[in-house]
Every structure is written in structure tokens, then in C-alpha cells.
């Protein structure tokens, strides 16, 4: 029979515990009220959001389709005013009732703020949801804002906001940072650290009274008479299991809401999870258990045998540039001997508390690299009575041969988080591969886990590797797609040994298993023959993205962004004033200026393209190709013509680049910058394609990247004129497109084929030219303004076949 | 009943290729596979209401441009681990022409 569940708050813990009960076919029907106006978000990863490593949307857990699919009524933005627990019902604020069979509480906790004089002014917040992390995100450098608390919390949003330049005070009571996880020798150690990042921090301060003026934070005062002017005060003190409507219905409160070991309460139809609950005596705050306790929760619903156990738990700090590692107990006792490690020229800092031969705690500030197989040490109470001389060492010290490297992930206790993104647990991967998953893909469909930023690929394919064993085997060369067993390089071979000309000679020689290939293989081939045989191969529209069919940028609503070239980033008045007459003439809801320097009219309609591309041509311009796996742009600075460093004309060689360049297609987007000096305003060291000017000529790197990842250039040559440096490029840009895979950035390739075998080829004056010469001849064929050739012969593909709104009156 | 009416050349749309079609009730996509099938569907990814008509055509397939779902044209079935499926309407060529069955056109409303 359908059971009736009701769950108060969209936590991680409730969150989780629902996802349980879909996965196991549970058959209920379940209500979700959450306070908060949104669903499940994965709250641990508010902090690289506030430092602007994530956004939102990456954290959230569970999405309306994920809702809907399993069919949960949603009631966001909605408290629950009171429980009945003899008639078993909630009442909501608007007065429903609603029947439930199970009920669970996910309430949370609540941000404890001191009752400090002047704590109710405007300006003064926890760091505990979404609005509140957007109120620090809105600081910027122009601003002051003052941190109570040095624990996890308030350091981490010190920390995040030190990022985007705001000055920062850190205030703290005890006489060091994170005194419940840190020794005071690792606490000095992250004090300097932060200091370092320019984030004032004071030690055993006392707050007295927050000053306000017109109703709004002004400063913190402290018992020494100091006043701290701040325009945003954050207390991060610490938080208080949320029990509130709980003892309102009369369930047994203590800390939390009291459960036992199936999180139960004491009502039998009613559960808790998460950081509401009190289980012996103890609270949680971190991940780990509370995703334990979904677990059981979900098995107790389903009248599966479950128990929560308390396990021993680990801290990381979530702060770029701050490695610090904390577990088990390391206070001073009877009987504890400690294993100081200590490298303060490094900043390392490593500390076991050993009782009995066993490891109980341990602190690692600096190098955490050891920290599961410490971690693994205390969990299982190993006894270290072999290995005490060298067991501060870590794993590679012991026993002589050198530890496989597996060893480690091997090590990390089941809850330990591989996926951070996803919130997933190395127990739920290992689970999903013995249930049959053996590859990465497989893994990332069954689990999610590596599936949004995917930085955790490497760890996820260790666990494979630990888990499988000798079935375990690496990705070897992938097929392009499945109408295919052959790789790119082995394509792109047959296409030129055997002089393949058309896709239909390619899926012939090739033995393609489809009839005519897919969305993955089509665009790529489409390439590959293009780049081969430029005068002999026609282009294929079908076989190309929308983006590059419509040589316009797809958005979300279906609807296009238009940018137009705007060569090395220079444009006039009259261009401007044409960019803003198309704006006005069709409805243009956004204008925006580019990372690369030039302007995105967003929200075209797709059958108007045509025609703003006509008059975006009659002002003399021509498409950006910011749609394109090609040349996008050349950013620049303004070099030696305006300003007081620049040593060459960084823009005028920017502005011939873009024009030796524009229109050629390449294997993925390219984008070059060129800087008049060392201090690089064009950003050109993370560029694709990079030319740094400098006294003595031009200094050329490649394999910059500033998306999925960030990477700095390599130096490829450094030539003494403009001449060299663009023939240099051409030859550079033609050995990526007859070399690399499709949809390679140059970063990518270059690990593949060592930027000693690129060097050396661009480096031989007759390789060189005969590269650059092939690039010109390509450039013949492809250097056209699609727009125009569009706007002139092709606009009818733009409008609709036909239009039957009149018939349909009829 | 059916009522078949002429909407277009069979050659107005590419092969492996798409148009759209307006009606009162929103865009149909008119798909030509390779080997001159032509399919009419709802011009609406399931999955963020991608406009389907702007896909890869494949086989007797169509790649969503927003997100790479597949869908079947023949069915209008969602393919592989996704879930979903896009309305499909009678469609036929006959002597180089397209045609629709607008009673089924006319009964795509909200129902």
C-alpha cells in the first residue's frame, strides 16, 4: 500500500534520504515542505560558491525534472505551522492538513548568533544559506566586512571573500584559529596563511557591541576600546540543532531531537535526520553522518534491518591554498604521547596523538597528501608498534618498497567524499561497480559522481581500479562514437593515407555501422575533410552544429546571440552606432560585452538572423565567429599608442592577426591575445595562442586555457618581428588543425603529442613555410563572411516552410 | 477522416535537415532523413523544450541542439538511458511534395 511521507526541510540529510527510497522502488507518495524558497542544494559547497569556483546551479542536488519524475509535491517557501501526532497530520501555514504515515524531520539547524547589543541591525548575518552567501558575494573590494568566528564557517567565509578583494577581519575569542580541530602549532601555521592572503586576523578578541548608524552595521566594537568599521558583519559562531516545532509536538528534545539507532523518534511514526538530531548524547555537522543517517532512515521506512553507528570523523577546510587535515581526538590525556613533525621552512606541520601504540588523533597542516591513510590508522586502531619510527612519514615510508600508489584510495573509509560536486560517498561508487558498473561512464550514469566539474575523474577511475583489480582497465583509445571502432587519429590516418574526400568514402573505407554516422561523428569528420582537403571537399551544413549552421549562438530559450567582428578589439562611433540601431530594431533584450573584447547582442530571433546580419554588413561588418570551432579573437591591449609600458604595437599586431586568421576553421575554438608587456593587460598568457611583446621582439606561448581548465602557456619561440611572429602563428595554427583530434583544445593536444615535437617543427624555417602556406591556400576557400553569403542567398532556411495559423482558423 | 494538405517541396528542406512549420498551436518540424523519409513532430525537446528542428539529423533521428538528447523521428520516442517522448503527426511525400494531415494538426491542442 502507497504510504503517505511527509518531510520537513530540503536538506543534504532529507535530500539524500528520499533518493534512497526512489532507488529502492519505495512505494510512497511524498510531500517536501522546505522553508527556504528552493529545493535540495548540496549546502557544504556554499563556500566555493562565495569564492566564485561554483555557481548555484553546479550545486544543486535535485532539480524540478528530479522532483517531478518522482513525483514529490513540492512546497517551496513553505513552513509547516504544527504536528497532530494523534490524528498523524501537518498543518501547513495556509492552513492545509495533510495526512501522513510516516513523517521525517530534516529541520536542520539555526545559526547561533550572540545577543550582542546591536545583533538585530541591518547588515549583520550568518553564513547559512543562499541569501545569505549572495549578501557576502555582493561585497567587493571597495567594501569592509568584519567575521565573528574562527572556526570552519567563519574562516571559510573569510576566506571566500578575501578572493574578490574585500578587506576582511577575522575576529576570534580563543587564543588560536579552529581550536577544536587545531593544535595552536597548525592553528599559527593557518593564521600566517590567511594573513598572507591579506586577511586581518585577530585572536582572543572580545566582541561588545555592534555600533549601527540609521539602522545599519557600522563597526564592531571590542572590550579593548578597538572599533572595527565594517559595511557587513557575518557571525559564524556556530549552530543550534533546529528542535523548535519539534518540542512544539511534544517529541523528546535534549540537543537535538532525540532518535535511536533506526532514527526513529519518540514517536514511532516519526523519524529525524540530519543536523536536527541528537543520537547518544551526540550533534552533527558534518557530511559523513548525515548521509549515514539518510541511509538508515530510508532502510527503517522500508522496514529494512538498519543502525546507525558514529564513526569517527575528519575536518578538511574548504580554503584554496589552506591544506589542513584534522581527525580523532588530540587532546592532551594520561598516557598520550605525541609524533611532531614539523618543516616550517615548507609550512608543513604534522602531529599524531599515539595511545597504547594507536593512533587516536591527528592535525596535518600543509601536505594532507597521507591524510586518508592516517585517517585509516585511527579508524582501525592499527597497532603502529612495528612502524613508530617512521610512521610520521606516511605510507611511503613503510616496509621499505614503494607503496602502490592505489594504496591510498584504497585506504579511504567508505563515507569518505570522492565527489563533492555530487555529494558522492567512494561507498556509493564502489556499490555501483559491483553492481556491474565498469567504466567511467558507467559510473558517472549510475552515481553521478564526476559528472559535473569532473576534477574528481582521476579519484573516481582509483576507486575503480582499487575495486575491480585486475579487470580494472584504463581508458585506452575511445572509438570517435558508437557507429565506429575506430579512434580520430586512426579516421584522420585512413582520410589522408587512403585520400578519402567525401563522408560517404569515409563511411564506406571506414566500414561505418550507421548509415549516416550521428551528432558526434558527422561534425567531426565534417572537419577533418575540410581541414584535409580544402579545395576538393564541399562543406556540409547537416553535418555541422546549429551554432555553425546558423552562424549564430543557440540559447536556452532557442533564441540566438549575434557578435560581430571587431578586429583586435578596436571599433568606432559609426560601428557602435550601427550596433545600437540593430539592437533597437530587433528587440536585442541584452547587450554585453565579451570576454574577448567584443559586443553579444543576446536573445536574437532566429528568423530575424538574416536580416541583422544585412545590416550589421552595410556598417562594414563582418561575423564574429563566436559560434565556431575556429578563430574567434584576438584580444589586445593598447600597447606602445597609448600607454607608458608597452614596448610594441600590441594592438596593430592583434588587428593583422585577426584578419591573416579569421574564417579558418580549427579543431576547436581558438583564441588568441597579444600583450604590449610583461604586465599582459590582454590576458594573452592564458590564451590558446599568446604573444607577449617585450624590448627584444615577440615572445609566442600556446596551450593557454581559461574555461573548464585554467592553464598558463608554454613558451613555443621567440622571434625579433611582426613578420615572424604571424608567419609563426599561421604555421602553428595549421599543424593543430591537420594534428589534433576534433574538439581538442591546443592545451590538450599538446599533452599528447610534447611541445618538443611541435617546437621542433615550428623551429625548421621549411616546415614553417610550407605549414603557413598551406593555412594561406585553406584561407582562400574559407576566408568568407558567412553572414553575407546567408543574409543574400540563404534567408529563406530561416523561416518557416509554411504557416497553417490561418488555415487552422478556419 | 484525414485531410492531407501540400505544405512545401520535398527539396525546401535539405536532406538531413528540417524546417518548421507554423501553426496555431506552435512549431511543427518537418524532417527530411537521407534517404528522403519525411517526419513531422512536435518542435519541442522533452527534456528543456530544445527546438528540435535546429538537431543533427542521423539515421531516422534527431539530436536536440541544447542538451544531445535523441529521439527517435519514427516514434518520436526519447532513445537510450533518457525518458520522454515528442508528439509525431502523419506525413508523406508525393510527387516531389510534402504533405501533413491537418485533422491531426488541428486535434494537437493542450488536451
Redesign the interface.
Known amino acids: 500500500m502507497t504510504q503517505n511521507i511527509i518531510v520537513i526541510g530540503a536538506g543534504m540529510a532529507s535530500g539524500r534520504a528520499l533518493e534512497h527510497l526512489f532507488d529502492a522502488g519505495a512505494d510512497v507518495n511524498v510531500t517536501l515542505f522546505n522553508a527556504e524558497p528552493r529545493g535540495n542544494y548540496n549546502r557544504i559547497m556554499l563556500s566555493p560558491v562565495l569564492a566564485g569556483d561554483k555557481t548555484y546551479e553546479e550545486i544543486v542536488t535535485h532539480d524540478a525534472e528530479w522532483y517531478e519524475a518522482n513525483g514529490v509535491t513540492c512546497r517551496f517557501g513553505e513552513r509547516v505551522a504544527s504536528v497532530d501526532r494523534a490524528a498523524k497530520t501537518v498543518t501547513a501555514e495556509n492552513g492545509d492538513v495533510l495526512p501522513y504515515d510516516k513523517l521525517i524531520f530534516g529541520t536542520g539547524s539555526n545559526p547561533f548568533m550572540i545577543p550582542l547589543p546591536g545583533h538585530d541591525l541591518d547588515g549583520v548575518i550568518a553564513y547559512r544559506d543562499l541569501e545569505d552567501t549572495e549578501l557576502m558575494m555582493a561585497m567587493g573590494p571597495q567594501n569592509k566586512v568584519v567575521v565573528i568566528g574562527g572556526g570552519l564557517l567563519g574562516l571559510e567565509a573569510a576566506a571566500g571573500m578575501a578572493a574578490r578583494g574585500v578587506d576582511v577581519t577575522v575576529v576570534h575569542i580563543m587564543g588560536h584559529l579552529m581550536e577544536r580541530q587545531l593544535d595552536e602549532a597548525a592553528g599559527y601555521l593557518l593564521r600566517k596563511a590567511l594573513v598572507d592572503k591579506g586577511i586581518t586576523v585577530l585572536c582572543q578578541a572580545n566582541s561588545k557591541e555592534i555600533l549601527g548608524h540609521d539602522g545599519k552595521v557600522r563597526a564592531l566594537l571590542l572590550d579593548d576600546g578597538t572599533e572595527l568599521p565594517c559595511d557587513l558583519l557575518v557571525m559564524a559562531v556556530g549552530i543550534r540543532p533546529n528542535v523548535a516545532l519539534a518540542a512544539e509536538a511534544g517529541l523528546a528534545v535534549g540537543k537535538g531531537i532525540h532518535v535511536d539507532d533506526q532514527m526513529v523518534t519518540s514517536d514511532e511514526s516519526i523519524l529525524a535526520v540530519g543536523e536536527c538530531v541528537e543520537h547518544n548524547g551526540a550533534i552533527f555537522g558534518l557530511v559523513a553522518p548525515l548521509y549515514d543517517q539518510a541511509k538508515v532512515a530510508a532502510q527503517t521506512i522500508l522496514g529494512e534491518e538498519a543502525a546507525f553507528v558514529q564513526k569517527e570523523l575528519s575536518t578538511k577546510l574548504k580554503v584554496t591554498g589552506c591544506d589542513l587535515f584534522s581527525a580523532g581526538d588530540f587532546a592532551d590525556a594520561e598516557g598520550r604521547e605525541d609524533i611532531v613533525f614539523r618543516d616550517p621552512g615548507r609550512g608543513v606541520y604534522r602531529r599524531l596523538v599515539i595511545e597504547d601504540n594507536v593512533v587516536v588523533g591527528t592535525v596535518m597542516y600543509g601536505d594532507t597528501a597521507d591524510s586518508g591513510w592516517f585517517f585509516g590508522l585511527i579508524r582501525d586502531k592499527t597497532d603502529i608498534a612495528e612502524m613508530r619510527d617512521t610512521v610520521i612519514f606516511g605510507p611511503a615510508y613503510q616496509g621499505g618498497a614503494p607503496v602502490d600508489p592505489l594504496a591510498a584510495v584504497a585506504a579511504l573509509p567508505r563515507d569518505a567524499e570522492i565527489c563533492g560536486c555530487n555529494g558522492i560517498c567512494k561507498g556509493t561508487i564502489v556499490d555501483a561497480i559491483e553492481g556491474g558498473a565498469g567504466d567511467l561512464t558507467a559510473v558517472r550514469?549510475v552515481t553521478k559522481a564526476s559528472g559535473s566539474c569532473g576534477t574528481c575523474t582521476g579519484l573516481v577511475e582509483q576507486v575503480l581500479a582499487v575495486t575491480l583489480g585486475d579487470d580494472f582497465v584504463l581508458p585506452g583509445a575511445q572509438p570517435i562514437c558508437g557507429c565506429t571502432d575506430m579512434t580520430h587519429e586512426d579516421v584522420r590516418r585512413m582520410i589522408k593515407s587512403q585520400e578519402l574526400k567525401s563522408m560517404d568514402a569515409v563511411w564506406q573505407e571506414c566500414a561505418w555501422k550507421?548509415?549516416?554516422?550521428?551528432?558526434v561523428c558527422?561534425?567531426a569528420l565534417n572537419y577533418y575533410l575540410i581541414a584535409d582537403w580544402p579545395l576538393e571537399y564541399l562543406d556540409d551544413?547537416?553535418?555541422?552544429?546549429?551554432n555553425e549552421?546558423?552562424h549564430a549562438n543557440?540559447q536556452?530559450?532557442?533564441t540566438f546571440s549575434v557578435v560581430p567582428r571587431m578586429w583586435g578589439g578596436i571599433t568606432t562611433p559609426d560601428e557602435l552606432r550601427a550596433i545600437a540601431d540593430a539592437a533597437d530594431k530587433y528587440d536585442v533584450p541584452t547587450v554585453k560585452v565579451t570576454g574577448g573584447q567584443r559586443i553579444d547582442l543576446l536573445g536574437v530571433k532566429?528568423e530575424d538572423l538574416p536580416s541583422i546580419w544585412a545590416d550589421l554588413n552595410d556598417a562594414g561588418m563582418v561575423s564574429g565567429h563566436a559560434y565556431s570551432k575556429g578563430l574567434r579573437t584576438v584580444k589586445t591591449c593598447v600597447g606602445t599608442d597609448h600607454c607608458r609600458f608597452g614596448t610594441q604595437d600590441s594592438t596593430g599586431l592583434g588587428i593583422k592577426l585577426e584578419k591573416a586568421l579569421w574564417g579558418s576553421w580549427t579543431p576547436h575554438k581558438l583564441k588568441l591575445g597579444v600583450s604590449g608587456c610583461p604586465r599582459n593587460c590582454a590576458e594573452a598568457t592564458c590564451k590558446d595562442i599568446g604573444v607577449v611583446c617585450v624590448d627584444s621582439g615577440f615572445q609566442v606561448g600556446i596551450g593557454g586555457a581559461a574555461g573548464m581548465d585554467v592553464r598558463e602557456v608554454e613558451r613555443l619561440i621567440d622571434v625579433e618581428t611582426e613578420e615572424e611572429t604571424i608567419v609563426v602563428i599561421k604555421a602553428m595554427t595549421q599543424l593543430y588543425r591537420e594534428n589534433a583530434k576534433y574538439l581538442d583544445r591546443i592545451y590538450k593536444w599538446m599533452n599528447k603529442v610534447g611541445l618538443d615535437w611541435i617546437r621542433e617543427r615550428i623551429a625548421d624555417p621549411a616546415e614553417r613555410d610550407a605549414l603557413a602556406a598551406r593555412f594561406d591556400l585553406s584561407q582562400t576557400v574559407y576566408q568568407k563572411d558567412p553572414w553575407a553569403e546567408h543574409a543574400q542567398k540563404k534567408a529563406?532556411?530561416y523561416r518557416?516552410?509554411?504557416?497553417?495559423?490561418l488555415?487552422?482558423?478556419e | 477522416m484525414t485531410d492531407w494538405i501540400d505544405i512545401a517541396a520535398l527539396d525546401d528542406i535539405p536532406q538531413r535537415g528540417a524546417r518548421v512549420v507554423k501553426t496555431r498551436q506552435g512549431c511543427v518540424a518537418v524532417f527530411r532523413t537521407a534517404a528522403d523519409e519525411v517526419f513531422a513532430l512536435d518542435n519541442t525537446c522533452p527534456h528543456k523544450q530544445g527546438p528540435l528542428a535546429e538537431g543533427i539529423v542521423h539515421g531516422s533521428a534527431v539530436t536536440c541542439p541544447l542538451h544531445n538528447w535523441v529521439i527517435s523521428l519514427e516514434t518520436g520516442l526519447v532513445q537510450g538511458n533518457d525518458e520522454g517522448q515528442v508528439a509525431t503527426y502523419p506525413a508523406r511525400v508525393e510527387g516531389g511534395r510534402i504533405l501533413l494531415d491537418t485533422t491531426f494538426l488541428q486535434a494537437r491542442t493542450a488536451a
Request: proline fraction near 9%; hydrophobic fraction near 35%.
Open positions: 550514469a550507421t548509415r549516416d554516422g550521428c551528432h558527422r561534425p551544413p547537416q553535418s555541422r552544429f546549429i549552421r546558423k543557440i536556452k530559450d532557442g532566429g529563406a532556411i518557416p516552410v509554411a504557416n497553417l495559423t488555415e487552422a482558423a
